[in-house]
């Protein structure tokens, strides 16, 4: 981000732009994967919009870009790409199998923690992911560690049954804050032990960081986003507490 006067907030009014707004490297990765695969003019499929951005949606669809809901919407073979979310192993090796070549656009933090789900279940670890259940990337974290528990406040925590040694992951664009209060509650407990690996995305911390920020320091503050982002409804939520 520029300075103020660069913003245009020169002498108290404007237009300022939050520190860290902007698409991250996650989905820009993304986008620079599918722009590669379009080239070559066939169809690329996607399960889910690749961006929270209608208008960049619209300009890949113009290139051949195909959101769909289900694989069977996918017909003939062809290229299926996984967005930064990640996907369930399970709907990938369905995909493989219906002859569609997988193209692994998985944000590299969203699959260090699908990595350490797997790795901590595998040592006998009870893991418990900070997150919103229905999220597509929570749901492929479950998807690689199945037993793993979705939980997303604190009092949750406190209701689970629980007992040896559990492990705390957190969906990437999880709230820190709330981060924090959940590995309290599980610190509180009586459990052989308790592992917290804060697996939030910095670009997101810094971004919330930016716009909260900003909103107490200006008159009307505006979120520009996708309305199904947990990104963007996760800033609405910081900027209207300010
Ligand atoms: S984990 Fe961070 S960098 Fe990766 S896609 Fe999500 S917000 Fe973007």
Known sequence: MGSDAQNGSAGGSGIRVAEGSGVCFGV?????????ALE???????????IHNPQEMERLAGKGFRVIESLDEAGGGGRLLIRSHGLQ???VAEARGRGLEIIDATCPLVR???TLAVE???????????GDAPHPEVRAIRGHAPAAVVVNDVEAVRRLALSGRVAL???TTF????????AAALRER????????DTICAATVERQRGAADLAGHVDVMFVIGGRNSANTNRLAELCAAR
């Open 89 to 91: 192993p399970g709907v």
């Open 190 to 197: 009586d459990l052989e032990e308790v592992r917290v690996e």
């Open 120 to 130: 901590l279940q595998e040592a006998g670890d009870r893991v418990i992911v900070a």
């Open 169 to 171: 992951v957190a969906q």
């Open 40 to 50: 070559s003019g066939e169809a690329v499929y996607c399960l889910g919009p690749l």
């Open 28 to 36: 820009r990765r993304a986008l620079r994967l599918a722009e590669t």
């Open 175 to 182: 709230s820190p804050g709330a981060f924090r209060d959940m």
């Open 112 to 114: 260090r923690v699908q």
